[in-house]
Every structure is written in structure tokens, then in C-alpha cells.
């Protein structure tokens, strides 16, 4: 009986000792396996020009901090112009390349969406790379100011609107990318055009997944109507990045914490975003869907073309504009 006991308390110590020395002996190879793919393209983007929504924080400022070292003149476009004006001047110091500018876009007002267009267009000649990275997930209900509800707002009409305005300068510009930054969460999605505005039914999380699926969905459409234009359109999932993503959720907000170390670092979660960006094998790959710097598996709902053909018209009938 002693004996036993004896015997459980050595398991039971060595396992108190043994795990954590266990977990630090492989705290390289777990972190590896988060940080995932690479993009290992080494390709210069002198005298290109791309824009990046969201690119103050997160993902975005990763992937505008990448460009910039590979020469692009990298338009910051973020609501918060003082976030986006410190993060430009980080990454001008860092890279050298004075080419970095901010403007002004809230993707929840199409009002200010036309905006930075027309600014845009007025100021810049060439567009080769759009990033549409910008997000919001979880957040209470709560409406744009065109009366969408806030996950499709910004994160799908919003840049399904900003794409349709710059798009005849992607086009000029050609060979030019449009990268759409979805979501795994995408498989958890469904369109439910019965209730777009989730005014009969609303759950944070579902309408995250249901407006990321709108990403896949918009990306498939757009490339197919894009055939031989030479501009592109991809979309990926970049990964569970240590960002602000989750600043709606306290509890999200404390799991993100707590599990850090398991989590990909905003430099890491942008590899992809670049990856589709620059990647020289991927010059006339379109209406795919990445992840880790590699194809990545669509649920079924985001390879339905009638959906696909359905969301673009009830789309651009939200937004009243005529987009063929
Ligand atoms: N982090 C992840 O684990 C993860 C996983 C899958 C997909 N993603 C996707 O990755 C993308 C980037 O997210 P992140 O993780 O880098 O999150 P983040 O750090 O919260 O960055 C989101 C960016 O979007 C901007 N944004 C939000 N609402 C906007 C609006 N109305 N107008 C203009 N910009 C707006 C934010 O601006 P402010 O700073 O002003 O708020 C911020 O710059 C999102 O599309 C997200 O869905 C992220």
C-alpha cells in the first residue's frame, strides 16, 4: 500500500518536473510549427505601387513593412490617420524607403470609402498590388453608416466597393494582384441573404465567419470576371496571429494572452498576404485561396458559384452601384 503510494507520488512529481522541462526543451520546434510558411520569394517591388487597408496595426502594418523593404510605394489606408502615420513613420526609419504615405479610409462609411478613392486615383498613376486586409470580428451589433451590419460592412462591402472604384487602375497597371484577406473562420459561413443584416438573428462569432466566407466567395467571382485581364485575385487565411483582432471579446482577448506563445507573431501572420502579393509563381494564379504560403482547402459553400454569382449582385445592389 505504502509502496504504491510512493509510487504515485514519483509519477506524479516527475510529471510536475518532467512536463515543463519537456515543454521548454521543445518550445523551438513548437514555435516553428505556429510560425508556419514563409514566403521565401525574394522578389523587388521598385516602382510598384500597393495599398493596404488596415496597415496602422496587425497583419496590414507586417505586410506594409515587407513591401516597403522590397522597394513598393506603400499607401497606408486606415481610418485612424495619427495610428497610421506613427506606424509609416516606423517603417520608413526601418526600411529606408521614404515611399510609405497614409490616407484616410473607414471601409464602414462609403461615403469615405469614395474618398480615399477619388484622392486615390487623383494622386497615384499605377495601383499593382491591393491588399484588402482590413477586419473586424466579434463585435457587439452594431451598424455602418450606410445601415449594414458591421462584420459585412467592412469587412466584405466595404472592400468590395473599394475594389470596384480602383479597379480600372489595377487594370491599366497590369500584371497587378488583388489579395483578399479571409479566414479559416470562413468555413463556419454561410450567406444568409434572408437576414444580410442579421436584423432577425445575431451572433458575433457567425457573422465574423459569415463575412469572411464573403471574402472566398467575392475572391472566386472577381477572378473569374478578371480572366485575361492580367490582374489577379486570390484570397488566404494568414493564420491565429497575435493581433488586436480580438479587442471586442474579453474573454477572446484573455485566451489570446494566455496562449501567445501558440499564436503567430503579426510578422508571421503576414507571410501569406505577401506571399500572394509578390510570389513569381503565382503571376497568373487566380480565384485561389492560400494558406501558410500554400493552397489551402475552400469548404464547399465558398466553391458554390451561384452563391458566388448571387452575393456579387446582391452586393452591388447594397451599394447601388453597377459593376458588370
Ligand atoms: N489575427 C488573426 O488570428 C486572424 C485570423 C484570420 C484572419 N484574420 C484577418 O486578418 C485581417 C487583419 O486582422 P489583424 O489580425 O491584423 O487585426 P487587427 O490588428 O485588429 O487589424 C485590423 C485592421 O483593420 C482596421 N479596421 C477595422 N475597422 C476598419 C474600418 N472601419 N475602416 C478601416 N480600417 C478598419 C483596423 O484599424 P484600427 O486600428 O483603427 O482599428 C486595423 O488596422 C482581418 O481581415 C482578419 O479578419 C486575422
Redesign the pocket.
Given at each position: 500500500m505504502a509502496a504504491a503510494a510512493m509510487s504515485c507520488w514519483g509519477v506524479a512529481l516527475g510529471a510536475a518536473v518532467g512536463f515543463p522541462l519537456l515543454l521548454l526543451a521543445a518550445a523551438p520546434c513548437i514555435r516553428r510549427f505556429v510560425a508556419g510558411g514563409r514566403c521565401e520569394s525574394a522578389a523587388r517591388l521598385d516602382g510598384k505601387v500597393a495599398v493596404i487597408?488596415?496597415?496602422?496595426?496587425?497583419?496590414?502594418?507586417?505586410t506594409a513593412r515587407e513591401l516597403a523593404r522590397r522597394g513598393a510605394r506603400v499607401i497606408i489606408?486606415?481610418?485612424?490617420t495619427a495610428?497610421?502615420e506613427a506606424a509609416a513613420s516606423e517603417i520608413r526609419a526601418e526600411t529606408g524607403n521614404p515611399q510609405v504615405v497614409v490616407k484616410k479610409?473607414?471601409?464602414?462609411?462609403t461615403k469615405?470609402i469614395r474618398e480615399f478613392a477619388a484622392s486615390f486615383l487623383a494622386e497615384e498613376k499605377e495601383l499593382h498590388i491591393l491588399i484588402?486586409?482590413?477586419?473586424?470580428?466579434l463585435c457587439p451589433y452594431s451598424k455602418?453608416a450606410d445601415g449594414f451590419e458591421?462584420h459585412l460592412?467592412?469587412?466584405h462591402l466595404?472592400h468590395f466597393l473599394l475594389t470596384f472604384l480602383l479597379l480600372e487602375r489595377l487594370k491599366q497597371s497590369a500584371p497587378a494582384r488583388i489579395v483578399n484577406?479571409?479566414?479559416?473562420?470562413h468555413h463556419g459561413g454561410r450567406i444568409r441573404f434572408h437576414d444580410l443584416n442579421g436584423e432577425k438573428s445575431y451572433n458575433r462569432g457567425l457573422a465574423?465567419c459569415h463575412?469572411?466566407l464573403a471574402?472566398v466567395l467575392f475572391t472566386r467571382e472577381l477572378a473569374r470576371r478578371l480572366q485575361g485581364t492580367k490582374v489577379t485575385a486570390n484570397a488566404l487565411?494568414?493564420?491565429?496571429?497575435?493581433?488586436?483582432?480580438?479587442?471586442h471579446s474579453f474573454a477572446m482577448t484573455w485566451l489570446?494572452r494566455i496562449f501567445s506563445f501558440f499564436?503567430?507573431t503579426?510578422w508571421e501572420?503576414?507571410q501569406t498576404?505577401v506571399y500572394c502579393a509578390v510570389a513569381e509563381e503565382l503571376e497568373s494564379v487566380t480565384g485561389q485561396y492560400f494558406s501558410d504560403c500554400r493552397p489551402a482547402y475552400v469548404s464547399s459553400w465558398g466553391r458554390d458559384d451561384e452563391t458566388a454569382k448571387k452575393l456579387w449582385n446582391v452586393s452591388c445592389e447594397l451599394l447601388g452601384i453597377q459593376w458588370d
Open positions: 487597408t488596415g496597415a496602422n496595426t496587425g497583419i496590414g502594418k507586417e489606408a486606415c481610418r485612424d495610428k497610421g479610409l473607414d471601409l464602414a462609411d469615405s484588402n486586409n482590413a477586419g473586424v470580428m455602418t458591421m460592412g467592412v469587412n466595404g484577406v479571409s479566414s479559416l473562420g465574423y463575412s469572411k471574402n487565411h494568414p493564420g491565429s496571429v497575435n493581433t488586436e483582432l480580438v479587442r489570446w499564436l503567430k503579426p501572420g503576414a498576404s
